[in-house]
């Protein structure tokens, strides 16, 4: 039996960058040094804002890199009825409720907090339906709080931080939060690796393994790579894509930025060669249990 599993779950909303290289392979790392299982996810839920060639070039890219994974990609757009089962689930308990708010009433009525809108609860006690309603989870104000173990004890009162929040879109579409705990529960993952940028996601997906009666994995929250503006390396913000010939180099900028030793006049003769060695050496911070 596999005493830890892991995971990189990219969106295909474009191709692979340095930024998402860097939570690749510290996922990939952290489930080497652990003897464990590296899965891969792919998180296609939204197909508006998916390119079409993302999917492929992105396992392309993967393989490419040395970072072959363990089983069967997994596609969140092939696993909706296990959604639509967990959010049965928090219906059968009165956990989660129709909302009708516009997002311009929302805009001029809510407050905003460090995560973004607060709701009011508007229709937490039930309104009339206008319109196609988003499903939202009802939140307490008790702290709920983790340690992750790159940050170490953090706590949020989610209620007063951003009220209850969107499960189902009111496009029909499962929302991000939902679907990352259904998978990484249906998946057993034992630890999520990923990027600070998700930190703040994380007590809402605590909330919802709480009422949904799952285990809660490890979380570590790696750091972020920055461009020369000091912004976070996205599509956004105009991030290339990995360069096809250039995967040493482009696994050499990566292990450095984690804080890896892996000299400054080292030839590789291969990228599988480089993740070995990067395994067995991994920096203590990476090693962190």
């Not at 970072?67 to 049965?88: I, K, N, T």
């Not at 995560?115 to 702290?143: L, Q, W």
């Not at 990352?180 to 997906?205: F, K, W």
């Not at 790579?225 to 956004?236: P, T, W």
């Amino acid at each position: 039996m596999v005493d830890y599993i892991g995971r990189f779950a990219p969106s295909p909303t474009g191709h692979l960058h340095l930024g998402s290289l860097v939570a690749a392979v510290g996922s990939y790392v952290r489930a080497k040094n652990r003897n464990g299982q590296w899965l891969v996810r792919m998180e296609d839920l939204d197909p508006l804002r998916e390119e079409s060639e993302a999917k492929v070039s992105i396992l392309q890219d993967l393989e490419r890199h040395g970072l072959h994974w363990d089983g069967d990609v997994e596609f969140q757009s092939q696993r909706q009825s296990y959604y639509e089962a967990a959010l049965d689930a928090l219906k059968d308990q009165d956990l989660v409720y129709p909302c009708y708010c516009s997002r311009k009433f929302l805009i001029a009525t809510a407050e905003r907090g460090e995560f973004g809108m607060i709701y009011p609860g508007h229709c937490r006690n039930g309104a009339e339906a206008t319109k196609a309603p988003s499903i939202r989870v009802r939140t307490h104000n008790d702290p709920l709080c983790f340690n992750d173990l790159t940050c170490g004890e953090l706590c949020q009162r989610l209620e007063s931080a951003l009220g209850d929040f969107i499960v189902k879109r009111s496009d029909g579409y499962i929302a991000y939060q939902l679907a990352v705990v259904v998978d990484d529960h249906g998946q057993g993952i034992t630890e999520v690796v990923r990027g600070a940028d998700l930190l703040g996601n994380t007590p809402r997906q605590i909330h919802l393994q709480q009422l949904l009666g799952y285990e809660t994995p490890e979380y570590f929250h790696l750091p972020l790579m920055m461009n020369d503006q000091g912004q976070k390396l996205s599509k956004q913000t105009h991030a290339p894509g990995l360069e096809k010939g250039k995967e040493i180099a482009n696994l050499e900028q990566v292990l450095r930025f984690l804080a890896f030793d892996i000299g400054k006049d080292e030839s590789w003769g291969s990228v599988d060669e480089l993740l070995i060695f990067a395994v067995k050496n991994s920096p203590d911070w990476l090693l962190a249990r």
